[in-house]
């Protein structure tokens, strides 16, 4: 479970947890039957403190429903945008491993060699040491880097954004938390690097590299990582806000370049549900890299049994079994997605970030209710 973070620090690029053929959305009133317990839940999420939420739930079948609650802004009081676009941070992150591990797939990295191989010299200092750090170990949050994130204030940077450079110094200012490999523990530096290694294997931007093998392949009209200076939010959206003492604050407006390739992509419930269930049904992986992908080790993520593969976790269900999916949390935005393979596929985003604590406990409770539902 991530940690809430105290003060202004940025609390993005969050973990999976935040505690943790083409679709076409349908209205909720075009259902065939009513959606009570999903709807319930995001009731719960409202009464719990959020301004908003989300939920899109695309059947094994294909066809997609939504439901929401609460406000899109909260001066006006207008609801939640039907197919509303948003920021969905770490989730980016699953978008990263998968163009790492097709760049593996056509024999441009390995993932047990050293980051040292093909970015020599960039991670080193105080102790940190990219000889000793495998590509895959940076992938799984097992390569001990600090998380830069710890030391971001969202103040100093909302307007202004970054380099990748500037992001690693963050996290090489610090010794590593423990020797590469030894345990697992969430640091969006580590897909910081892994978005200058695509950038450094293709002589393209991140940004680029997901558009074209991801976006462009699956339809996904509303998914893309935007560059730096980029601060809008597209239209149709709800306002993001993050709670202060004197109440909460629109952060709608954000430089995403400050979370990058570790949590800057925008994106749908419809997009998302379309890009996990590619991901899970092994449609964007060759096999071999698909099962490098669904290889985890055990993770904090806040609920018992979860672990962590390549940029994707593997999340128990109530009813039984479990999704693969990520999460992500960037100042005014939290969301998990996910999908079971050849199966249904979930979304829910709330308009607000850091969250309460119930809230956060209501976030996982909706995912597991919209897979578990019938």
Not at 49 to 67: D, F, H, I, L, N
């Amino acid at each position: 479970m991530r940690k809430t973070l105290p003060g202004k620090k940025i609390v993005a690029v969050g973990s999976l947890i935040a505690l943790l053929a083409t679709t076409t959305a349908a209205p909720a009133l075009a259902v065939s039957k009513p959606h009570d317990e999903v709807d319930k839940a995001l009731k719960t999420l409202v009464q719990d403190g959020v301004p908003g939420a989300q939920a899109t739930v695309t059947s094994a079948s294909g066809r997609t429903w939504s439901e929401r609650e609460g406000v899109g802004n909260i001066e006006t009081k207008t609801p939640f945008p039907r197919g509303s676009k948003f920021r969905a941070a770490s989730v980016t992150k699953t978008f990263v491993a998968v163009v790492v591990l097709q760049l593996a797939a056509e024999g441009k990295v390995r993932l047990d060699a050293p980051i040292e191989r093909y970015l020599p010299g960039v991670v080193k200092g105080n102790g940190n040491d990219g000889t000793k750090i495998t590509v895959r170990q940076l992938l799984q949050h097992t390569s001990g880097l600090y998380n830069y994130v710890r030391d971001l204030d969202i103040d100093a940077w909302r307007h202004r954004g970054a380099e990748p450079g500037e992001l690693l110094a963050i996290g090489l200012s610090h010794p590593p938390d423990f020797a590469p490999g030894m345990k697992w523990s969430y640091s969006n530096t580590n897909y910081v690097v892994a978005g200058m290694l695509i950038e450094k294997l293709t002589g393209r931007s991140v940004a680029t590299e997901i558009r074209n093998r991801i976006a462009k392949p699956l339809g996904l009209r509303d998914t893309y990582l935007p560059p730096r200076g980029d601060e809008r939010l597209p239209s149709p959206h709800p306002r993001g806000y993050s709670p202060r003492e004197t109440g909460l604050v629109d952060f709608t407006k954000l430089d995403p370049s400050a979370a990058g390739a570790s949590g800057g992509i925008i994106s749908t419930g419809e997009d998302l549900n379309r890009f996990f269930g590619a991901v899970t049904d092994g449609r964007l992986l060759p096999r071999a890299q698909q099962a490098e992908m669904q290889r985890t080790v055990p993770a904090d993520l806040g609920i018992p049994g979860a672990e962590y593969g390549l940029g994707i976790a593997s999340v128990p269900l109530s009813c039984g079994g479990s999704f693969w999916g990520h999460g992500g949390n960037l100042q005014g935005f939290a969301n998990i997605s996910g999908a079971i393979p050849h199966g249904k596929r979930v979304n829910v985003v709330v308009n607000q970030d850091p969250l309460p604590d119930e809230a956060s406990k209501d976030l996982v409770a909706a995912v597991d209710t919209a897979f578990c539902g019938s």
